[in-house]
């Protein structure tokens, strides 16, 4: 919902984007979520006119409307949302100029959970916000 809504709503002042679909077509093609995807679209991007309606409906086509600056984390082994949707914003908020930081997890799964990384995700979020709520 954070790539959606800050493409959408400029009311933010920071966002913190964490294994974030942002592409639909990719989530249907590379995740292990495409039954799911296939069934709230009423079917494949491949079959009929519904690829439309998964580019349309996916936070990356508004990425240009992007303003907020965005940390962006990510897992390297996650399944259910793959890295790459991660570097398609990145790279989109980038080409755009807006402040985005990306950081992956060297990790499988869909958030990482042990006592090293978590503390670091934490941090990673914080600093974050402090920066872009409160300054330098």
């Known amino acids: ?4 809504l800050t493409g959408h709503y400029h009311i933010w002042k920071a966002a913190v984007a964490g294994a974030a679909v942002n592409d639909f077509v990719h989530e249907y ?4 979520n495409n039954v ?8 494949s991007p491949w079959s009929g006119k519904l690829l439309k309606a998964y580019q349309e409906q996916s936070p990356i086509a ?6 907020t600056p ?4 990510s897992d390297t082994g996650d399944a259910r949302v793959p890295i ?3 570097y398609l914003m990145y790279h989109a908020l980038k080409d755009n ?3 985005v930081q990306f950081f992956a997890y060297p990790v499988d799964g869909h958030f990482p959970s042990d006592p090293v990384r978590l503390p670091d995700v934490y941090r990673r979020w914080l600093e ?3 920066r872009y709520l409160h300054g330098p």
Do not use: K, N
Request: aromatic share 14%.
């Open 97 to 99: 100029g807006v402040p």
């Open 70 to 73: 965005t940390l962006i984390l």
């Open 1 to 4: 919902m954070t790539s959606w």
């Open 62 to 67: 508004y990425a240009q409307s992007i303003t």
């Open 84 to 86: 790459t949707q991660s």
């Open 36 to 43: 799911t995807m296939r069934y709230a679209f009423g079917g």
């Open 29 to 32: 093609a590379l995740s292990d």
């Open 128 to 130: 974050w916000m402090d």
